[in-house]
């Protein structure tokens, strides 16, 4: 009651703006914050393509066939074991392959001798794998990295756009200059 002056309402955006100190310092001082989104968004992006590169040949150029199981067992990894699928085929250009392909320990497999569905790139060094079975892991951490770089992206164009300098429009009616004009509201004496 006592000691408090009466203070003037400000507009509701004024005062979130004021609240988060967002003057053009404020701006400028996020920058580097919001080129690192964009930064970490890049390098997720090489490692990540890297990665989905043979996910992306077999979908774009990839054929479907069938292979001879030769073998399959466990392999174990940290904390998980895995089935892999030793299978060998002839692909279109004639070329004898033999691979193999890790999955679930819980996929079906047949016995060796047996056949199974593969996907395959051509040539000597063209990837393979079970049908059915994409990286998903790999191709999800793939388009995470592509949002990042949108985001670290439309950031700073929001952040230079901000920072700029704002154009005001001009009133011809106000100019000086523009006495000659016959929308001028200003008379000459001649």
């Known amino acids: 009651m006592f000691g408090r002056g009466r203070t003037k309402k ?12 967002a003057g053009r310092y404020a701006r400028a001082m996020n920058e580097p914050f919001r080129a690192k989104w964009l930064l970490v968004g ?11 590169y043979s996910e992306a040949a077999l979908l774009v150029a990839g054929h479907d066939g069938q292979a001879t199981v ?5 392999t174990r990894r940290r904390r998980s074991t895995r089935l892999t699928v030793e299978y ?3 692909d279109r250009q004639g070329n004898k392959r033999k691979e193999q392909s890790t999955v679930s320990r819980h996929t079906p497999v047949p016995a060796p001798g047996g056949t199974i569905d593969i996907r395959y790139t051509n040539g000597q ?7 059915g079975h994409v990286n998903w892991v790999a191709v999800g951490f793939c388009g ?4 990042l770089i949108g985001f670290g992206i439309v950031a700073l164009v929001r952040e230079e756009r901000a920072t700029r300098p704002r154009r005001r429009r001009k009133d011809f009616d106000d100019d000086p200059d ?3 004009r016959p929308d001028s509201r200003q008379t000459h004496v001649q």
């Open 70 to 74: 030769v073998q399959s067992f466990e």
């Open 178 to 180: 523009d006495l000659d």
């Open 144 to 147: 995470v990295s592509v949002l």
């Open 88 to 90: 060998q085929f002839t």
């Open 10 to 21: 400000r507009h509701p955006k004024k005062e979130r703006l004021a609240r988060r100190g």
């Open 125 to 131: 060094n063209g990837h393979s794998r079970l049908s």
């Open 42 to 52: 890049v390098v997720m992006f090489l490692i990540t393509g890297c990665m989905t």
